[in-house]
């Protein structure tokens, strides 16, 4: 249901951005495929839609396709960006309702500053990191003595999740190689 309830947001917020992208009003509001759709619109590949639905990497991925969906629309300024991220995404109510904005269909995706540069270089080791350490494996230093005499107390070994399952973090910010 809290799904659902997203996806409806979502759609409220975004189904005239939708049109002027030449697309259709209701594929803003179908769940998993208005996804796919916003990536077509914001010039970003198909497989992002995975991310925005991995736990941990969403919290990083979606912020990204809000800002990605207000630059589509002429919206590139740093300032819009911060508003677009403090706002939650709401910012894409402000552009789909009340500002009068065009549809830039054949952008610039590379960022024009170096900093921009940094910023998308380090958010992807972000996000790489974090799908590796939360679903892959991650580096564990033993806390406390064990039963098992091998593992002393600072021994470092490496735990894969994919034979002893994932572990949802214990916090509600996880960052990544904790």
Known sequence: MF??????????????LYIKADRQAWEAFVPIYNAVILMKIISRPWWWVILMFLPIVN????PAAWVETARAFGK????DALICIITLGFYL???NYIEDVKYIENRRLKPKTSAGEWITSILFAIVAATIVHTYFFQPFVIPSSSLEKSL????FLIVSKIHYGA???MTTVATPMV
């Not at 919290?59 to 979606?62: A, F, G, H, N």
């Not at 590139?76 to 300032?79: I, N, P, Q, T």
């Open 167 to 169: 572990r949802g973090p």
């Open 3 to 16: 799904l659902l309830i997203l996806q409806l947001i979502h759609g409220l917020g975004t189904w005239k």
């Open 152 to 155: 002393l107390v600072g021994d």
């Open 76 to 79: 590139d300024s740093k300032l």
């Open 59 to 62: 919290l990083i991925m979606i």
């Open 93 to 95: 109510y402000y552009l």
